[in-house]
């Protein structure tokens, strides 16, 4: 019989020598495209005044290309899955934070920066914090308000908005 408790599930879902690669080809990709583009602006000393806008852009390109390169080589090299990078609980864990945080930030373009937070503060509230929808909905608007006061108000920093602050006139 399978313990269902998933807290305790250890299963490895992605090693760390896994991880390493992916980053060191993440770092090599960066590295190439910071070299081309100071490629495409200049990168010599040909000027009677200095280098030109991407030498030193070029440099640090190369030398970040060619330390993932070699980053890379030394981790397939190594023999082995290696020691777990993460499990499943606390993959789930993350993702818990992480869906809910991406729903944030796409929902801002569509009903503004203040409907987002109050509804993602309210939700965090209720399914993480496990409080009362009532005081959740109630925090999470006191919350946009003061922030909609700070930036709007005050500071005279316009945040996104969507159809809500439209109807009001803002």
């Given at each position: 019989m399978?313990?269902?408790?998933?807290?305790?599930?250890?299963?490895?879902?992605?090693?760390?020598?896994?991880?390493?690669?992916?980053?060191?080809?993440?770092?090599?990709?960066?590295?190439?495209?910071?070299?081309?583009?100071?490629?495409?602006?200049?990168?010599?000393?040909?000027d009677?005044?200095?280098?030109?806008a991407?030498?030193?852009?070029?440099?640090?390109?190369?030398?970040?290309?060619?330390?993932?390169?070699?980053?890379?080589?030394?981790?397939?090299?190594?023999?082995?899955?290696?020691?777990?990078?993460?499990?499943?609980?606390?993959?789930?864990?993350?993702?818990?934070?992480?869906?809910?945080?991406?729903?944030?930030?796409?929902?801002?373009?569509?009903?503004?920066?203040?409907?987002?937070?109050?509804?993602?503060?309210?939700?965090?509230?209720i399914?993480?914090?496990?409080?009362?929808?009532?005081?959740?909905?109630?925090?999470?608007?006191?919350?946009?308000?003061?922030?909609?006061?700070?930036?709007?108000?005050?500071?005279?920093?316009?945040?996104?908005?969507?159809?809500?602050?439209?109807?009001?006139?803002?």
């Amino acid at each position: 019989m399978q313990d269902n408790d998933n807290s305790t599930d250890q299963r490895t879902v992605v090693s760390t020598r896994t991880m390493e690669i992916v980053v060191a080809l993440l770092f090599m990709a960066a590295g190439t495209l910071v070299m081309m583009d100071s490629l495409r602006i200049g990168a010599g000393w040909v000027d009677p005044d200095g280098p030109q806008a991407g030498y030193f852009p070029m440099r640090m390109g190369a030398i970040m290309a060619i330390s993932s390169l070699l980053i890379l080589v030394h981790k397939l090299r190594a023999g082995g899955p290696g020691r777990a990078f993460v499990n499943v609980h606390a993959l789930k864990q993350v993702l818990l934070v992480l869906i809910p945080a991406a729903v944030f930030v796409a929902a801002v373009n569509f009903v503004g920066m203040y409907v987002s937070a109050a509804v993602y503060i309210a939700s965090f509230m209720i399914y993480m914090g496990r409080y009362n929808w009532l005081i959740s909905a109630g925090i999470g608007l006191a919350v946009v308000t003061v922030l909609f006061l700070m930036f709007e108000v005050w500071f005279l920093v316009p945040l996104p908005k969507g159809p809500i602050e439209d109807f009001f006139g803002y």
